[in-house]
Structures are given as C-alpha cells and as structure tokens.
C-alpha cells in the first residue's frame, strides 16, 4: 500500500521496551473507587444515586442531562465494581488545571458483582441507530487520550474509509501494543460492528506502528479472514498516531485546519475504543475499566493493568512496586503531552492511557529557559505546519487576538517544538495557557451574553404581564358596566313595567 508523509514530526527514543514484554494483568480491586462525573469532552453527567445507596458494577452513577443520550454530547458514568456510595463530593481530577469536580465516591465491597447486562444477540440485524443507542448507553468515549464521545463521532454519514487507529507513537506508552498482541480477535469483531454503523461499505484500514511487529502479526493472522480489513504497517514516526497526521500517511489527504475528517468520507477510531465497542455490543458491557500502561524508573516492574476507572494511581503504582531511589515525577500520559500531576492521589479515569512515574535517576535538570534565537527549528518540526515562535511570543505578550490569528487552535499539543527549541522554552505552556484564556474569555462572553437575554427576557416578561394585566382589568371593568348598565336597564323596566299595571288598574 503505498504511504505519505506529513510535514514536520521526529524520530524519538521509545522506551516501550520497560512494558512491552509484561501481559496486561488485571489490577486489584481498590477499597475505594472515586469517579468524576465528567470523564469526557462534552457535557457533565448528573448523578442518579445518593450517599448510602448500594450500587452494582456496571450500573449508571452518572447520567447525562437528557432523555436519549445517543443524540447528547456526554455519556454515562457507571459504577466500576459493587459496594455503597459515601461521598459525593468534589476531589482532585486528573487534568492540567488541577482543578476539583464533583466526584461519586464507593466504598467496594468485594463482591465486584455485575448488574444485569444484555448483550445483542447479533448485530447485523439491528439498525446503526439502534447500535449507536447500546454504544451511548454503555458509556464509550475515544481511548486514545481525546475522550470524544464515541456515539457521536459513529454517527457519521458516507464515511469511505475506517481507520483503526494502532499507531501508538508516544514513547514509553505500550497499552495499545499489549491490547493489539492479546485481543487482536476482539479489535476485528469491533471494527466490524463499526463498519456495519457506518454503512458497510467502506474501506477499512488498521495502522500500526513499525516498531510493533508482534501487534501486527497478531492482527494480520486475525484479520485474515475478512478480506474488508487490510493490517498496514506505518513508519514510526511521532506523531503518527494524530488523527490528521495518520489520515494523511494513509491517504495522502491533508485536512484542512476547519475541517472535520467525516466531510472527506474518513472517519479515525482507536483501537482501544474499537474494542470496547465489541464488549458493549457482544457483552452488553458498559466501560467501566481500561487498559494504562504504568512504567518508568520509579516502579520496580513497569507494566500494563486493565483498570478500573477510579482507582487511584498510588494503588497500581504499590502493584508495580515502588523503586528505593523514591518518586520524583509522576506524569499522566506520555512524556510529550501528558502533564505532571503533583501527588498520587488522583483518580484513573477514561482518559488516562499512562503513568510515567520517574525516579531522581532519570529526570534530567530542565535548563532555563533562554531568549528565542529565531532559528525556526520549531517552525520545521511542527507537523501542523504552524509557526510556533509567533504563537509562543503572542501567547508571552497575551494578545488572544492574534494567536487566533496563527490558529493555535490547530495546534495538537504534540511538544515536538519545545523539543527542539534550543533556548529550552516550554512552548506548549504558552500554548496551553493561552488556549485556556481564550476559552475562559469565551465563556464569560456567552455567560454576559446569556445574562443579556435572561435580562431582556425579563423585561419583556414584565411588560408582557402588565399588558395582558392591564388589558384583563380592561376587560373586567367593561363586564362589570355592562352587567350594572343591564341591572339598570332591568330595574327601569321592571319600574315602567309596575306603573303601566298602576294606570291600568285605575281606568279599571
Ligand atoms: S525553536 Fe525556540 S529559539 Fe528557535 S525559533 Fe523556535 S522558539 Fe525560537
Ligand atoms: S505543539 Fe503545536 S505548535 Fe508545537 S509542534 Fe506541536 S502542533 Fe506545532
């Protein structure tokens, strides 16, 4: 099959050999789960239970704000094993911010006893609105790090290519490695229920990076029987494994910055994801867990663990054993755009494919950051072909308008220019902070500008209830004459009435 390039990316060193070689093995149940309300891009769920409530796994702990949530941007939250609620509260979530959310708090009880699921006995029969239903219900969301909402990105119409994406191109992370070499039969059956939503008529397309080569063999003999299904190796380069970045090694397309990959017919899953659309479809089983890798020189014996989401990471970290030499760093994600999370006490969620936790050892001194020299080094790395040094010094000098300007919206946090800069500049800072400002600015437009219509609202409201106030009275006043007038009319009629029979009687 014949490949392309895009512009820019880098040939990294890819540790993957701390975790590649150890099966995934399923982590512990913890004593206590914590599972934020709001796991995904989109929506926050509400939560269904109470403090006290005993709840089953599986079962929904967060709903989303709507009647059908395959028509919603948001998914459920279900329970990651039996026990009671007792807290629902705000705790730290894994994210940049460092923020807290509200969060379901359950006490397990051991048992990790299942609700009742109902699997679909053959899905080719069902509809792929009926499909993408089971897949909204069982809470499926993008694995591969963006946490989309997997019903809405299904929901797409003449889509020509499928692509599975396997790419896995961030150093250290291997759970996609492990999860393509153990259950290569389970991904095929999931890209298959997926073709069949999309229309069945596509092209599908399973890339894997070519330092993978067992995943590969593992999917090429899976795939042999579905002549639809073509197993691709792809070079490694990073990031290969971006979604525009793969559809244009794969189809020589290069997306516009505004443009979606649906509008081209193509649409990205990753493979992660396409497996827990078998599960939910074959099983009836919601997501409740996840495969992460945990490595670096701060465990004893760096691994991948199917994990429930909730657990949190001190708990599999004490599973990897801890290395003497202690803890110095722990990032959430891969060491070029994951972020580091100040403790262990953070919850695994939807989102969390990986936990580097670095000793001493292997944390280099970060130099200081120095002036930009206008090499243009970043400019050529950059696989989106932005112009990083213009968004770094736009971002310093906070002027939002023009890194809008230089679209950093496009930009997909890769790092590859910060890796290059030979002044040290932590440019995906700027750019991360400059993108949460703009965002906030946005917000408190659309709150002023809802509190302006709530306003004008309002004012109507008011004026329209003295109108129909003023015109009832109207109205009440002209019932009330008229029914006085009538008595009137009545009372003088029944007076001329009486002297009419007076004067008669008097001629009699
Ligand atoms: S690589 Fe660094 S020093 Fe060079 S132009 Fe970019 S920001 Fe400036
Ligand atoms: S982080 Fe953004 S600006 Fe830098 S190379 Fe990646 S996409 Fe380009």
Redesign the pocket.
């Known amino acids: 099959m014949k490949l392309w390039q895009f512009h820019g990316g880098l040939k990294l060193d890819g540790h993957k050999s701390l975790s590649s070689e150890s099966q995934i093995r399923r982590a512990n149940i913890p004593d206590f789960l914590v599972l934020p309300l709001l796991q995904h891009i989109g929506e926050p769920t509400e939560t269904v239970v109470e403090v006290g409530d005993k709840v089953l796994k599986g079962q929904v702990i967060g709903h989303c704000r709507g009647k059908d949530c395959s028509l919603l941007m948001s998914t459920p939250i279900h329970a990651s094993s039996s026990g009671t609620v007792v807290a629902i509260e705000d705790r730290p979530v894994p994210h940049p911010s460092g923020l807290t959310a509200p969060c379901v708090v359950i006490e397990t009880d051991g048992e990790d006893k299942w609700i009742e699921c109902t699997p679909v006995a053959d899905y080719s029969t069902l509809s792929p609105t009926q499909l993408l239903y089971h897949i909204a219900k069982a809470g499926i969301v993008g694995l591969g790090g963006a946490g989309f909402p997997a019903h809405i990105k299904l929901n797409s119409k003449s889509i020509e290519t499928l692509i599975i994406n396997g790419a896995e191109c961030e150093p250290y992370i291997t759970c996609d490695d492990r999860l393509m070499r153990e259950y290569p039969d389970d991904i095929i059956a999931g890209a298959q229920i997926i073709r069949h939503i999309l229309g069945g008529t596509q092209r599908c397309i399973i890339a894997i990076e070519d330092n993978k080569p067992a995943a590969y063999q593992a999917l090429l003999k899976a795939a042999a029987k579905d002549q639809d299904i073509e197993v691709v190796l792809v070079p490694t380069r990073y990031p290969t494994g971006g979604e525009r970045q793969l559809i244009q090694v794969l189809t020589g397309q290069e997306i516009g910055r505004s443009e979606l990959p649906a509008k081209r017919g193509i649409v990205v899953h990753n493979v992660k994801t396409t497996r827990a659309v078998y599960r939910a479809i074959q099983y009836g089983r919601p997501l409740i867990s996840r495969i992460v890798t945990v490595t670096g020189t701060g465990v004893e014996k760096p691994q991948n663990f199917e994990v429930r989401f909730g657990t949190l990471m001190h708990s599999l970290i004490d599973q990897c054993g801890r290395n003497k030499a202690g803890i110095e760093r722990l990032i959430m994600g891969g060491p070029m755009m994951g972020f580091a999370l100040p403790n262990e006490e953070f919850p695994i969620i939807k989102t969390t494919n990986c936990l580097i936790v670095s000793s001493a050892e292997e944390i280099e001194e970060i130099p200081k950051p120095m002036p930009c020299i206008r090499c243009g080094a970043?400019a050529q790395?950059?696989?989106?072909n932005?112009l990083?040094q213009q968004?770094y010094w736009h971002a310093k000098a906070k002027d939002f308008q023009k890194v809008q300007d230089y679209h950093i919206f496009d930009?997909?946090?890769?790092?590859?220019?910060a890796y290059v800069c030979p002044s040290h500049i932590p440019?995906?800072s700027y750019?991360r902070y400059a993108k949460a400002e703009i965002r906030a600015i946005e917000q408190e437009h659309k709150q002023a500008e809802l509190a302006k219509k709530r306003h004008e609202f309002r004012i109507f409201r008011l004026q329209r209830d003295k109108k129909e106030r003023r015109e009832k009275l109207q109205k009440m006043k002209a019932a009330s004459n008229a029914s006085k007038e009538a008595a009137i009319k009545a009372a003088l009629e029944r007076t001329k009435a009486k002297k009419e029979q007076g004067s008669s009687n008097e001629q009699k």
């Open positions: 970043c790395v950059c696989p989106v932005l990083p968004l930009c997909i946090d890769c790092g590859c220019c440019l995906v750019y």
